[in-house]
C-alpha cells in the first residue's frame, strides 16, 4: 500500500491509467458476460455486448429507415403515401432480416447453409413471382414518378379508359361501356401507354368524311366548320380546322380537327359530328360517295364490261 502511495506522489498521472484500465477490463467482461458454447473456430458466443450491438443496430436502422420513408413521401398525396408505406413495410422485414444474419454470424454461428437454402428460396419465388415483383415495382414507379393520376384517361392496347384506382400491383380504369380494365402496373414501364390528360390540356380529335367528285369543296369546308360550330362540347379556342386529306378512289377525303376538354367523351362528340355533317350535306346537295361497281353482260359475244368508281374498264376476248 505505501509503495502504491508512493508511486502516485512520484507521477500522479498514474492513477487516472489505473483507473481507466480498470474501468475498461471490467466493462469488458460485463460485455463478454452470456452464453458461450464449444472451443475454437466451431464456438458460439451470444453475449451481452452482442445483443447489446444488436439492439442498437435495429433502434438505428429503424431511425434510418423512417428518414428514409419521411424523404420518399414528403410531396406524395394521403392515398399515395399510405400506399407506399405498405411496401416499406415489407422492405424494413428484409433489412431488419439482413441485420439479424450479420449478428448471428458475429457470435460464430455459421449462417452459410442458413444463406444458401434462403438463396435458392428467392431464386424460386422470383421466377415463380417475377411478374408480381414487376407490377409492385411498376406501381412503386408510378406512384414516386406520378407519370399517371386518378381521372386521368388512358389507352393501353387499343383500349380506353378513366383511372378510377391506382394499387400496388395493378391500376383500375372504367372503359367508355361502363367496364373495369385491370391494368398491371408492369405495363406503365414497359409498354407504350398513350396519356390522353397528361399535359393538363385539351386533346386534338378528328372526324374523316368523303364527298364526291365535282363537289363544291369550299362549300364543304364551311358546312364542316359550321357543325363543329353546333357542337357545344368542342372548344373554341384553339379553332376547329379543316385538311383536304387526299384524292380517294370514290372521292374527295376531309378531315374535320377540333379540340376537346373531356377525351373520354370523344366517341359521343364525333357521333354528334357525323350525324350534323350528314344533314348539312344533305341540305346542301353534297353527296357522300360510296364504292360501287357496275357489270354489264351482253349477249354478242364474249364481253365483260366493268364500272367502278367512276371509271371504266373494257375486257374483250
Given at each position: 500500500?505505501?509503495?502504491?502511495?508512493?508511486?502516485?506522489?512520484?507521477?500522479?498521472?498514474?492513477?487516472?491509467?489505473?483507473?481507466?484500465?480498470?474501468i475498461w477490463?471490467?466493462?469488458?467482461?460485463f460485455?463478454?458476460?452470456?452464453?458461450?458454447?464449444?472451443?475454437?473456430?466451431?464456438?458460439?458466443h451470444?453475449?451481452?455486448?452482442?445483443?447489446?450491438l444488436?439492439?442498437?443496430?435495429?433502434?438505428?436502422?429503424?431511425?434510418?429507415?423512417?428518414?428514409?420513408?419521411r424523404?420518399?413521401?414528403?410531396?406524395?398525396?394521403?392515398?399515395?403515401k399510405?400506399?407506399?408505406?405498405?411496401?416499406?413495410?415489407?422492405?424494413?422485414?428484409?433489412?431488419?432480416?439482413?441485420i439479424?444474419?450479420?449478428?448471428?454470424?458475429?457470435?460464430?454461428?455459421?449462417i452459410?447453409?442458413?444463406?444458401t437454402?434462403?438463396?435458392v428460396?428467392?431464386?424460386?419465388?422470383g421466377?415463380?413471382?417475377?411478374?408480381l415483383?414487376?407490377d409492385?415495382?411498376?406501381?412503386?414507379?408510378?406512384i414516386i414518378?406520378?407519370?399517371?393520376?386518378?381521372?386521368?384517361?388512358?389507352?393501353?392496347?387499343?383500349?380506353?379508359?378513366?383511372?378510377?384506382?391506382?394499387?400496388?400491383?395493378?391500376?383500375?380504369?372504367?372503359?367508355?361501356?361502363d367496364?373495369?380494365l385491370i391494368?398491371?402496373?408492369?405495363?406503365?414501364?414497359?409498354?407504350?401507354?398513350?396519356?390522353?390528360?397528361?399535359?393538363?390540356?385539351?386533346?386534338?380529335?378528328?372526324?374523316t368524311?368523303?364527298?364526291?367528285?365535282g363537289?363544291?369543296?369550299?362549300?364543304?369546308?364551311?358546312?364542316?366548320?359550321q357543325?363543329?360550330?353546333?357542337?357545344?362540347?368542342?372548344?373554341r379556342?384553339?379553332?376547329?380546322?379543316?385538311?383536304?386529306?387526299d384524292?380517294g378512289?370514290?372521292?374527295?377525303?376531309?378531315?374535320?380537327?377540333?379540340?376537346?376538354?373531356d377525351s373520354?367523351?370523344?366517341?359521343?362528340?364525333?357521333?354528334?359530328?357525323?350525324?350534323?355533317?350528314?344533314?348539312?350535306?344533305?341540305?346542301?346537295?353534297?353527296?357522300?360517295?360510296?364504292?360501287?361497281?357496275d357489270?354489264?353482260?351482253?349477249?354478242?359475244?364474249?364481253?365483260?364490261?366493268?364500272?367502278?368508281?367512276?371509271?371504266q374498264?373494257?375486257?374483250t376476248?
Open positions: 500500500m505505501v509503495k502504491i502511495l508512493s508511486m502516485i506522489q512520484e507521477d500522479p498521472t498514474i492513477i487516472d491509467e489505473v483507473v481507466s484500465e480498470d477490463i471490467r466493462v469488458k467482461e460485455l463478454n458476460m452470456g452464453l458461450h458454447i464449444g472451443e475454437g473456430e466451431k464456438s458460439v451470444i453475449t451481452i455486448g452482442l445483443l447489446l444488436l439492439t442498437v443496430s435495429i433502434l438505428l436502422t429503424q431511425l434510418l429507415l423512417k428518414w428514409l420513408r424523404f420518399l413521401t414528403r410531396n406524395m398525396e394521403g392515398d399515395d399510405l400506399k407506399f408505406i405498405n411496401f416499406f413495410q415489407f422492405v424494413k422485414y428484409l433489412v431488419y432480416v439482413a439479424v444474419l450479420l449478428t448471428m454470424s458475429a457470435a460464430g454461428i455459421n452459410t447453409l442458413l444463406i437454402a434462403s438463396a428460396l428467392f431464386v424460386g419465388l421466377l415463380a413471382l417475377q411478374e415483383f414487376q409492385l415495382i411498376g406501381g412503386i414507379y408510378i414518378d406520378k407519370t399517371l393520376r386518378v381521372g386521368d384517361i388512358i389507352e393501353v392496347d387499343g383500349k380506353v379508359g378513366k383511372v378510377i384506382e391506382i394499387r400496388l400491383r395493378s391500376t383500375h380504369a372504367l372503359t367508355r361501356d367496364k373495369v391494368i398491371p402496373n408492369h405495363k406503365f414501364i414497359s409498354d407504350i401507354v398513350f396519356n390522353y390528360t397528361q399535359n393538363y390540356k385539351t386533346t386534338r380529335e378528328a372526324v368524311v368523303g364527298v364526291a367528285y363537289s363544291d369543296v369550299d362549300k364543304v369546308t364551311e358546312l364542316l366548320l357543325s363543329a360550330e353546333e357542337e357545344g362540347q368542342i372548344a379556342n384553339p379553332k376547329p380546322f379543316v385538311l383536304f386529306d384524292f378512289d370514290s372521292g374527295l377525303i376531309f378531315s374535320l380537327h377540333f379540340f376537346i376538354s373520354f367523351q370523344a366517341l359521343k362528340i364525333k357521333s354528334r359530328l357525323r350525324f350534323t355533317i350528314n344533314d348539312l350535306f344533305k341540305k346542301h346537295q353534297i353527296t357522300i360517295p360510296f364504292p360501287q361497281r357489270v354489264h353482260l351482253f349477249q354478242n359475244g364474249p364481253f365483260y364490261h366493268q364500272q367502278s368508281s367512276g371509271q374498264i373494257t375486257e376476248s
